[in-house]
């Protein structure tokens, strides 16, 4: 099958340390090309691929200029979508970006996999404009806040499980990866290090819209001696964190469409504290994977317990539920499904697109949402 992957190009594909996105838009390229399909992948100059390579644009370019990225974005499309008849399939990673492109196009049918938080209501509206088209969620709970659209199927993320190192025993301290910002929880999980004594380390970056959320309710914590501040680490210090911990301690506050570090932890026989919020309950188990739990109080104290969870057991979770491999036959799937359908017309259609400033006058997003519209499930 010749199939085209669009990347973003905020960063590499894979990325060298933070970027969900990309290392799973990576991880599909590389076992689609393993078995033997033709894959095209459209992502950063920089990118490392046994795809064909086509830049969208030179370098990374970040989340600081969120308007050249627009523009290089809708670049890439027009590129893309040009040489549609090259391709039997084309996979878009971009969200509602190439809606537009596809509604027009129909050389080669398009499935999105979408994989922002659809609680934003501009970002709500955009995929409604073009509701029929193929859209892929990463969890059940994603689909929630648009039910109307075309949802062919739900693809959970898939990590190389097997390069994951194993802990097989607990280790001696808490562990928060991720980012700094409010529906993480990371002043819940200093909290919580703090009632049932145990160390917790925190890697972790800091966007710059979340610098004053840091200043005001994180950094006042940290003069702790049970609290560690790493920062950002890349990717082997993560792993290596993460097979030593005795637990992930992430304490959730927004419906976040996939954890994708929960993945992370597990494949490192790393049990994983958390809230029963997003797509958790979906893709954990309480008690197997490790303790899902409301308040603070409740998981210090699962947090005590949590020793008792088999790392084994966590990592086979992993490997049977979340492994690349699993994730590429399922898309291939979906890629044959779409295919096959009759192809419908090639038609200008005429959208009533919504009044997105009233959207925005009239509603605000839930406290658990996000802040930003580039904010995504990492």
């Known amino acids: 099958m010749r199939i085209a992957q669009v990347a973003p190009l905020y960063l590499s594909t894979p990325p060298g340390a933070y970027g969900g996105t990309e290392r799973i838009v990576s991880l599909l390229t590389e076992e689609l090309v393993q078995r033997g399909h033709e894959v095209t992948l459209f992502a950063t100059g920089d990118s490392r691929t046994a795809a064909r ?125 991720g980012r700094i910002s409010p529906e993480k929880g990371p002043e819940r999980a200093i909290h919580i290090a703090q009632q049932c004594s145990i160390p917790l380390k925190i890697a972790a970056k800091i966007d710059p819209k979340d610098r004053g959320f840091f200043d005001r309710s994180v950094m006042p914590l940290l003069d702790n001696p049970l609290i560690e501040y790493l920062g950002p680490v890349d990717e082997r210090k993560k792993r290596a964190l993460m097979k030593d911990a005795l637990a992930l301690l992430l304490p959730i506050r927004w419906n976040e469409p996939f954890g994708l570090v929960f993945v992370e932890a597990l494949a490192c026989g790393l049990p994983v504290l958390t809230c029963p919020q997003g797509s958790a309950p979906e893709l954990l188990r309480d008690g197997i994977t490790g303790f899902m739990r409301e308040t603070d109080d409740e998981l210090a104290e699962v947090a005590r317990q949590v020793g008792s969870i088999s790392r084994a057991g966590c990592r086979a979770w992993a490997q049977e539920r979340f492994d690349a491999s699993h994730m590429a036959r399922k898309y291939l799937e979906v890629y044959k499904v779409i295919t096959s359908a009759p192809t419908p017309p090639r038609r200008r259609t005429s959208l009533e697109l919504p009044d997105f400033t009233q959207t925005h006058q009239n509603s605000t997003p839930p406290q658990s949402n996000p802040s930003s519209r580039y904010q995504r499930n990492e």
């Open 53 to 177: 390579l086509v830049a969208g644009a030179s370098r990374p370019l970040g989340f600081s200029h969120p308007f050249e990225a627009d523009a290089a974005h809708v670049a890439m499309l027009a590129n893309v979508y040009a040489r549609a008849s090259e391709f039997d399939i084309i996979h878009s990673h971009l969200d509602c970006v190439a809606a537009p492109f596809a509604a027009i196009h129909r050389e080669a049918p398009t499935v999105f996999t979408l994989h922002m938080s659809l609680e934003l209501p501009a970002y709500r509206e955009a995929l409604n404009a073009f509701s029929g088209l193929n859209y892929v969620s990463i969890s059940e709970n994603q689909r929630a806040p648009a039910p109307n659209l075309n949802w062919v199927a739900t693809v959970y993320h898939g990590l190389d499980t097997q390069s994951y190192p194993f802990g097989e025993r607990p280790g001696a301290y808490l562990l928060f990866v």
